[in-house]
C-alpha cells in the first residue's frame, strides 16, 4: 500500500493550494482517510478527515471554513483544498489511510491512532 501526496509549495498568506493523496495498493472504501500536520517542533495534529462511503467529514476548528476535504472515488485519490492560507499554516503536510473499524467511531478520526498507512508528506510554506 502507498500513499503519495502531492500539491505542497510555498504561498503568500491569503493564497490557496490544492494537496492530493493518490492511493495504491487497495482502496479505503470502507472507511475513511485523512490529512496531519506537524510544524517544526511541535507535535503531529489531526487536520481533516473523510469518511469514505458517505462522505462525512471532520475538521480541526483552526481550519473549518478554509479547508475542504473531498475524494475521487474514480481515482482513489483524497484532496485538501486549502484557501485564505496563513503563516500558522505552514508545516508538512501528511495522508493517512484507515482500515480499522475505529474509524466508524467519530471521536476516532481524530486520533493518529487510528490511522493505518501513511504517506511520505508534503511541505506547505506560507509566507506573510
Do not use: H
Not at 490544492?18 to 489531526?46: D, H, I, V
Not at 485519490?77 to 474509524?103: I, R
Amino acid at each position: 500500500v502507498q500513499l503519495q501526496a502531492s500539491g505542497g509549495g510555498l504561498v503568500q498568506a491569503g493564497g490557496s493550494l490544492r494537496l492530493s493523496c493518490a492511493a495504491s495498493g487497495r482502496t479505503f472504501s470502507n472507511y475513511g482517510m485523512g490529512w496531519f500536520r506537524q510544524a517544526p517542533g511541535k507535535e503531529r495534529e489531526f487536520v481533516a478527515a473523510i469518511r469514505w462511503s458517505v462522505g462525512s467529514t471532520y475538521y480541526v476548528d483552526s481550519v473549518k471554513g478554509r479547508f475542504t476535504i473531498s475524494r475521487d472515488n474514480a481515482k482513489n485519490t483524497v484532496y485538501l483544498q486549502m484557501n485564505s492560507l496563513k503563516p500558522e499554516d505552514t508545516a508538512v503536510y501528511y495522508c493517512a489511510g484507515s482500515v480499522s473499524k475505529a474509524f466508524y467511531y467519530s471521536g476516532n478520526v481524530y486520533s493518529r491512532e487510528t490511522y493505518d498507512y501513511w504517506g511520505q508528506g508534503t511541505l506547505v510554506t506560507v509566507s506573510s
